[in-house]
């Protein structure tokens, strides 16, 4: 007989967990500094739980920008062979860009995949420059920029909906906020994070990344803890990308070199990057 007070484990997991969320009253007022026309990047720390956050706050309307995601691979096959798996660095520098962060889950994934080029299958919608690259999924969400006006949502696509109005689009698996609140979560993994953000007059765009796995450094993020940074930053409306060893962000430097700002950990050891399925970018002027 189990004794009176026996509690399951899992839950009792879950409630240390959401008792270590952080509060977006906890999260320091970022520092912005300029490092584009129309960008910003902010690099700050959560004291508890341990946490090192990178963050791009790109004005959408400032001369020059414009998002750029990876587009088909050469023998495209829905569902299949969509994209050309790369590391950011590599995304970047081959799209002409000035900052990229990785985006969509992928497969096929094993020790192979992570360190080499090759076909990747996208989960969740894609479309790149209008063009579809990967089909809506359920379960997966979407960062959307629209044809016309060119403002952003954070919203489900179902299989079947109309696409023509969606110049840009990449997915991710988890709806951060919503209507201006945070969506709650009772997931209390801590993995290494990225994630995307829209200001309320859907203008502002939030590339966040939060480094993880690393002891004494940056434990990594759950979802409420995204979301309270997301908060913290003013959004309106966030969604969670791929992460994990995935999690990479990178920028162009003065000496017109790909320079990484967090600390990834690709292959497990730190500093080392992985072949994502695909990333999302933008051209921006120089300061």
Known sequence: MKPAFWFPLFLFTALIASLQTVFAQEIPEPQWTPVFQ????????VAEPLLKVHVLRIDSQAPGISFVTTGRCENYKENEAETERRTAPDFLVENDLE????????SPFNLMTLTTRGPSNLKGLVVSDGVLVSPPQQGFASFI?????????????????????????????QILMEGGKRVDSPAPARHPRTAVGISPDRKTVYFVVVDGRQ????????YNDLGAIFERLGAYEALNLDGGGSTTMVIRDAANQPKVLNR????????????????IGIHANRL
């Open 145 to 173: 920029q629209n044809r016309g006006d060119g403002l952003f949502s954070i919203r489900t696509v179902q299989p079947g909906d109309p696409l023509d109005g969606i110049r840009t689009a990449v997915s991710g698996n």
């Open 38 to 45: 129309g960008v910003d990047y902010a690099h700050f720390e």
């Open 264 to 279: 990834p950990v690709g292959q497990g050891p730190v500093n080392t990057l992985r072949h994502n399925g695909n990333a």
């Open 99 to 106: 900052a990229a962060i990785n985006g969509n889950f992928y």
């Open 215 to 222: 002891e004494g450094f940056s434990i990594g993020a759950t």
